[in-house]
Structure formats: C-alpha cells, structure tokens
C-alpha cells in the first residue's frame, strides 16, 4: 500500500503545554485508523493539523500529489433554510466536475444514508439526521482519506450501527476519533495512540481494538523490563564512577555523561510505566430498605396525538439495572421524568417509596453553572472539603479521583471540555445520597477510561439504575435488565441488544401483535372471578418462598461486594453476567412471590 500521508517527527505545543511530540507516522490507501487516548492530549488538534487547519510547532507533514481529503468536524454549521441536496452539492462547490455531475453523487449517497425527500430543509432534520448529512455529503465529494472527530455525537444506537456498516462496506480511507469501544472494535483496522505514557506519546498497532488493547499491555511490560534492566546498568555505573576508577579526562567525562542520560532515561521509564493508583468512584447511597423502590402501573402519556406509553408497568428494585432502548423521541426520556417526578403521567399510578432519592444526570448538563470555577463547582458547600462516603476529602484530591489536575482547579467551568464537563457534572451526583439513579447519555463526551470507571460505578451500586446510553459496550456490561420503546406506546423486554434489533427488523408486526394481544387480555382479568386455593405444589413453594429469596438476595449482596476491574475485560463479562443471573433470580421469585401472595389475599377476602 502505498502512504497518502506522512507525518515527520511531528511536534505540537499548547502554550506552554506539551500535546504531542515526534510522531512519525503513514497514512496509507485503504487503512482505517482509530484515534484513541484521554481527553485533553491533542487528538482533535493533531486531526486539524493534518487537514491543514492548524499549525504545527516542528516537524513535516507530507502527502502525495493533488490529494483530496475532508474533514469532518463534531460540530458542523448547515444553514438551517436550504434543502438537503443543496446541502449536500454545496459541499463540493470547490470540487471539480459540474453540476449535474455533482448533483447526481450527492443524490446517490443521501439515499445510501436513508434519506428519501431530497428536498426538505436542513433545519427540520433532527440532530442524528445533521450528522448523517454532514457525513453523507463529504463522502460523497469521493476524497482520498477522510478525517472524522467524534462523528457519533448526536447519534442514537440506530445511527451509530448505520454509521459502522456504513464505513465498513464504503471504499474508504479515514482517521477517526471515537470513544466508541464497539464502533473501534468493527470498522478500524488500525489502533494510533496519543498518551504521555509512550515514549514520544503515540503508539500504534495494526490490529482491530481489543487486540490492540493485548498488544498495548504487552508494550508497558517491555517497557517496565527495559527500564529494570538500564536501572541496574545505571547503577554498575555510578558504581564504577564512585570507585574513582583512573581514566583519560575525555572518557571519563563521557562517561559521567552516559550514567547521566541512563538515570534520566530510567526515570522517564519509571514515569511513564508506574502502575496508576487504582481510582474507584461510587454514588452515593441512601441505603434505603426496601424490596420496591418504585412501582408504576398502568402509565399512559401521549403528547398531542401521539402516544408515547400504552400502559406502561415497571417495579424498580435494589440492584436493577435498567437499559432503555429505542430511537429517539419514543418515550425513553418520558419515563425517566415521570420516574424522577419531574413529569405527569395522563393516568396510571406511580408509587415511590417512603423516603427514597432520586438523583438524575440529564445528558443537556442544564443543572451545571458553567460560571464557577472547578473548585466552586466541585465543593458546592464552598468549603475546600467534601464528605464523600464518610471520608472527608480534600478538593484536590476529589478532583484526582474525578481525573482532574491540580492546577485546572482555578479554570471556569466553561472553559472546561465536553468530557470534563461531564465529569464535574458527575461527580456532583456522586455526592447526592440515592437510592434510584437516572442517566441520560452520561458517555457523552467522556474518554474511554472515564467511561470505564462509570461502568464500574454503576455495576457495584446497591440502589436501581435507569440508564439511556447509545454506547452499546456500556449498555450491555451494566444493565441487567432491558427494556424496548417499540414506538406507539408499546415496550417490550428484552435480553440483549441482538433480541432487540431482531424485535425492530419485524417491527410492525411485532407491535401489532403485542397492542392486539393486549386488547385481548384485559377484558377477560375480572375482579368477581371466583378464587382458586393453593394447589398442593404452591403451598410446598409458598412455605418455601421466603428463604428462597433470603438466599437469592444473599448470593446478590455477595456478588455486588466483591465487584470485578472492569479493565478485565473477559472476567469482567463473566462477572456481568453471573450478577445478572442472580438479579433475574431475585426478580423472579418476587414476582412469584406477589402472584402467590395476591392469590393467597383472595382467599381471605
């Protein structure tokens, strides 16, 4: 293959603050690259650099003649009243070739991208359909390599899938930004990464991400016996020069200067590969005793014509994990108001129980003032301390745990990124006593570790989650249940995001057939039928029940104590999923425990 693209020991400061240095690298036709590494270390910047937007402080970028690339920003301005063919055709005006010519490939790829009215405005498209256009329209202009920063914000899961086929089946050449670890995982063949951690900080590996992530251990282990065996060298050295060893003047001054360059070379290697301090983060609970936090029966809600739920029934227990799915605008932000109270339901009852707190991260941050500096807004009682799980902790130190540097402490809020605002936003949660825990997109913006950390955040809280996420690894590691908005008022529960999209390939008739089979239901459930006594099986299960539950909640509480480093990944999975197992089991015998209990009420009655 050869290079469309060729960095030359390629340098970038930010002020005084180094981002990336000496990076040599080749782009070269048909690969696809991911772009990996924490918030803050320059990725964006070096995707700009390449597409000739910013400046570079040393070093060289070469590239092939008349090469043709584009790049994609996360936030691209559409004026809002033109159509999306102009949209698109605008795009390429520079380009060359002639109208009809570039008319004819915008309309090709808007209809790959699933657009089938070519003529409406840009400003009625929601924000998922102005990414795909944004996307749609560049691909379209056919370049040579193209530079996409983040390009599943404003996606719902629907959209990113479309986007990972899309890339996968596309004749293309990219370099992307994405913390999007299944996105990764199917449509790169190619790992680079820019950390302080590596030598020059970047690092990169022809392989698909996991393997990179095998790959990148391994690198660090090298490493960590590299800098074992110059330490010893280094020492035999000072060992040498303390012995006063005689020797010509020019030799031995070469080689004080040779031990020098060892013990600052091993202290970089120390530096680089030290073991991180293992942070866990965990929201705090209010502990609250209780079999049902929230039940909701019956809920109905529409807004204007249009039905969101049909008659919704949802218990939220200790140790539920609840995975909301569906496209948007179905109803998943609908019921995480009507749980957190903050919206009416049309008819149905909600029921929370005595002194249970609700805490909700709402994906638009409208409850972070931007105004405060880091400081003000990570101690909102304006004490340098705080009280995190009856440990009283300087803000510093919050702050690290929440991977923030000392030194941004006095930065504004607004200042912040994307990803830090996140985190500041999150650990302000943390520090609120719940015992229901209501997230709306909390990736968004977060780099892979922090999304990590918040996974194994919410594996190991006691209370109930409600989680809406269009990360598909994150969905799949924390929820232990799931539940799908299928449109028209209807959910369906489902075991996995596989059952899910099998549910939405036969879509309508699945929905028609649950809506008729619902119609049919209720009429024949009368309050007057003549009640049945146990039979000799449920009166056996019925004395056994309680300590059947006793026992299912105990191996529960064992599995939640002893919670598996989500950075494991395959022990992590097991781990998942045998605290799924048992949550399932949990549930199941309360709901045969209630169906045995209603009927045993009925023979009272």
């Known amino acids: 293959m050869s290079d469309l693209l060729l960095c030359r020991n390629l340098t970038k400061y930010l002020g005084d603050r180094l981002l990336f240095k000496g990076i040599d690298y080749s782009i070269k036709k048909g690969q696809r690259i991911g772009l990996i590494g924490p918030n803050g270390v320059g990725k964006s910047t070096f995707l700009k650099t390449l597409a000739g937007l910013v400046d570079y402080d040393s070093g060289e970028i070469v590239t092939t003649k008349n090469l043709k690339f584009v790049y994609i920003p996360q936030v691209e301005e559409i004026d809002p009243n033109i159509t999306v063919l102009d949209a698109a055709v605008q795009a390429a005006q520079n380009d060359l070739g002639d109208e009809f010519e570039k008319q004819t490939q915008a309309s090709i790829y808007l209809s790959k991208i699933g657009f089938d009215d070519f ?37 719902d899961m629907e959209g990113i899938e479309w986007l990972e086929k899309f ?56 490493e960590k016996q590299r800098a074992s065996n110059l330490a010893n060298k280094a020492r035999a050295e000072d060992a040498w020069l303390k012995a006063g060893v005689k020797a010509r003047g020019t030799k031995q001054e070469a ?17 680089r590969t030290k073991e991180e301090k293992k942070v866990s983060l965990e929201f705090e609970t209010n502990e609250k005793k209780t079999k049902r936090l929230l039940v909701l029966h019956n809920i109905f809600k529409n807004y204007k014509d249009k039905k969101i739920l049909g008659g919704l029934d949802l218990t939220l227990t200790p140790n539920m994990r609840i995975g909301l799915l569906g496209k948007n605008g179905v109803g998943k932000s609908t019921l995480m108001d009507i749980i957190a109270g903050d919206l009416e339901q049309d008819s149905g009852k909600r029921n929370l129980a005595e002194g ?4 909700k991260f709402d994906q638009s941050r409208a409850l972070l003032d931007k105004t405060l500096t880091l400081r003000e807004a990570l101690t909102p009682a304006g004490s340098d301390y705080i009280d995190y799980r009856g440990e009283r902790l300087h803000v510093a130190s919050w702050a690290s745990k929440l991977k923030f540097r000392a030194d941004q402490l006095e930065s504004p809020v607004h200042r912040l990124s994307g990803g830090e605002q996140a985190r500041v936003l999150l650990g302000q949660l943390m520090l609120q006593p719940a015992d229901i825990l209501l997230l ?35 969905l799949e590691r924390v929820s232990t249940h799931m539940l799908a908005f299928m449109g028209g008022g209807v959910t369906k529960s489902v075991q996995s995001l596989s059952q899910w999209h099998a549910l939405v390939k036969n879509g309508s008739e699945d929905v028609q057939e649950e809506t008729a089979v619902k119609e049919e239901v209720k009429p024949k459930q009368s309050p007057k039928a003549k009640p049945q006594k146990f039979t000799y099986k449920e009166q056996q299960e019925w004395d056994k029940m309680e300590e059947m539950i006793l026992e299912a909640e105990t191996k529960l509480e064992a599995l939640s104590a002893n919670p598996v480093d989500a950075n494991m990944s395959d022990e992590f999975q097991v781990y998942c999923q045998e605290l799924s197992n048992a949550q399932e089991q949990v549930d199941t015998l309360y709901a045969r425990w209630e169906e045995l209990s209603a009927k045993q009420q009925s023979f009272e009655k």
């Open 356 to 359: 249970v707190k609700i805490v």
């Open 255 to 271: 080689r004080k200067k040779n031990a020098y360059d060892l013990f600052d070379e091993v202290k970089d290697l120390k530096n």
């Open 167 to 222: 890339l996968k089946t596309e004749n293309l050449t990219y370099l992307l930004i994405s913390h999007d670890r299944r996105l990764l995982q199917n449509a790169t063949s190619s790992i680079l990464e820019i950390n302080h951690k590596f030598k020059n900080t970047y690092w990169s590996y022809e392989s698909d991400y996991k393997t990179y992530l095998g790959k990148r251990e391994d690198y660090f282990e090298t």
């Open 440 to 474: 709306d997109e909390p990736t968004n913006d977060l780099d892979i570790p922090s999304i990590e950390l918040l996974e194994e955040s919410l594996v190991t809280f006691p209370g109930a989650v409600c989680l809406v996420t269009h990360d598909r690894e994150m």
């Open 119 to 155: 003529e409406q405005k840009v400003g009625d498209l929601s924000g998922g359909w102005v990414k795909r256009l944004c996307i749609a329209r560049q691909v379209a202009r056919q370049p040579d390599l193209l530079l996409l920063d983040e390009p599943t914000n404003h996606l």
